[in-house]
């Protein structure tokens, strides 16, 4: 499609033509966590999480990976299998995922006859070729939408683009859960597939995925890669350009569900001298220090806090003992102690409101 | 999600405000709150029978 075509496309289907992407950092810049996990759930690019069931034997690496050969983007989010699962049993299932805020959804008018159609477009490069399931999980009413996509050479960015329809039945809440799972699915037991969903259906796990013959090599065959970016899903039928945004829009974004006390570029951990946004504690009477972090971003929720010493390998406040989590909404959270061998102290930290 | 040791935990003046937890091999500190998942997590497990809660020191 041209580009005044694309244009006149946007314009006749009155989808906006800014802040159009309803996934948040799409192109993967952000990984405030780390770049480089063998764990599951959030682990390294922010906003997106790695999920499996009821595997054996399957171990793997989540990385944000340099990105040198697909012109405009300069990271991607791999996934490396390092041991291979031996067979994808019936109840086994391995994906990727975005949660979409479903306050973020409302304009997609669902539940109502005004409802519209979305469109997911991304760049995908894997060791392996074949067909992959993805889908769209609707959490209030537990409903399913399915697709699919091919990958055709090994080892080459290829840009899918996939339409789901409307659904004028089931309704997104507009409150802070979970409106959406975008995901892509990387292996499949016969439990999970099986039930082409390509008009919104109620979830009944065989039509997680759809009915066609989907490749797991990813996850059955050691060393094998799979990496995603440019991911996109917009309002309408038509996948447009990849909507860039600046790094600091993004980080903004994301600290809606993830902020760190540390510089961006450094991993938390515990004892590493950096002191960051951390949090600062004073003497409260004489008998304790205590401190209120508010954040940078006010939380979807209140969120889960890790601590970490700036100056020794534990959790405790420099120089003093742990600390006690006082107080903790979505603007921010105290932490106090009452062992304490000076008058004030520094504490790093995490705080996870995740879908 | 693997949680573990859980004990609900009080602020200053006495009320009970979260629940500290090993998740995942990390100690964190969790919120009250429903839509937190990991509250919601923990909760689940709890009505499951698979997890119990230690009351605050």
Redesign the interface.
């Known amino acids: 499609m041209s580009k005044a075509a694309e244009l006149a496309a946007l314009i006749g289907s009155q989808t906006a033509l800014s802040n159009r992407n309803l996934i948040i950092n799409g192109a993967m810049q952000l990984a405030q966590r780390g770049t480089s996990s063998t764990?599951a759930?959030y682990k390294t690019v922010d906003r997106f999480f790695y999920s499996s069931s009821n595997l054996d034997n399957h171990a793997f690496t989540q990385t944000q990976q340099a990105v040198t050969d697909l012109a405009g983007f300069t990271n991607s989010w791999r996934i490396t299998t390092t041991t291979a699962e031996s067979a994808i049993a019936a109840d086994e299932l391995v994906y990727v995922a975005q949660k979409i805020e479903a306050q973020n959804l409302q304009q997609l008018a669902y539940g109502t006859s005004s409802a519209k159609r979305v469109t997911l477009s991304f760049y995908v490069k894997s060791s392996v070729t074949g067909t992959f399931s993805t889908n769209l999980y609707q959490a209030d009413d537990a409903r399913v939408v399915n697709s699919e996509y091919t990958i055709s050479s090994a080892n080459t960015w290829e840009r899918k683009e996939i339409t789901y329809v409307a659904d004028q039945t089931g309704v997104i809440d507009n409150n802070?859960?979970t409106g959406f799972y975008v995901t892509w699915n990387l292996a499949l037991g016969s439990s999970w597939k099986g039930n082409a969903a390509t008009a919104w259906e109620a979830y009944n796990t065989d039509n997680w995925a759809g009915a066609g013959t989907y490749t797991d090599a990813v996850i059955t065959t050691v060393n094998s890669t799979w990496e995603i970016t440019g991911v996109q899903l917009e309002v309408g039928d038509v996948a447009t350009p990849f909507e860039h945004r600046s790094f600091g829009d993004e980080l903004r974004r994301c600290q809606r569900y993830y902020e760190k006390s540390f510089p961006q570029g450094v991993t938390p951990a515990q004892n590493n001298g950096v002191k960051g946004h951390s949090l600062y504690a004073g003497s409260n009477d004489g008998g304790s220090i205590f401190g209120f972090k508010p954040y940078r971003v006010e939380k979807?929720?209140?969120?889960?806090?890790?601590?970490y010493n700036p100056s020794a390998a534990n959790?405790n406040f420099t120089n003093s003992g742990s600390p006690?989590?006082?107080?903790?909404?979505a603007t921010g959270f105290s932490a106090?102690t009452t062992n304490t061998s000076g008058s004030r102290a520094l504490l790093n930290w995490t705080a996870?409101?995740?879908? | 999600m693997d949680i573990s040791s859980t004990q609900y935990y009080n602020d200053l003046d006495g009320n009970q405000v979260g629940i500290k937890a090993t998740i995942d091999g990390t100690e964190m500190f969790v919120p009250i709150d429903p839509a937190n998942r990991h509250y919601a997590e923990i909760m689940r497990q709890v009505d499951a029978g698979t997890l119990t809660i230690a009351d605050a020191d």
């Open positions: 764990g759930s802070n859960g979807r929720a209140s969120a889960t806090v890790v601590g959790a006690v989590y006082n107080y903790n909404d106090y996870d409101a995740e879908l």
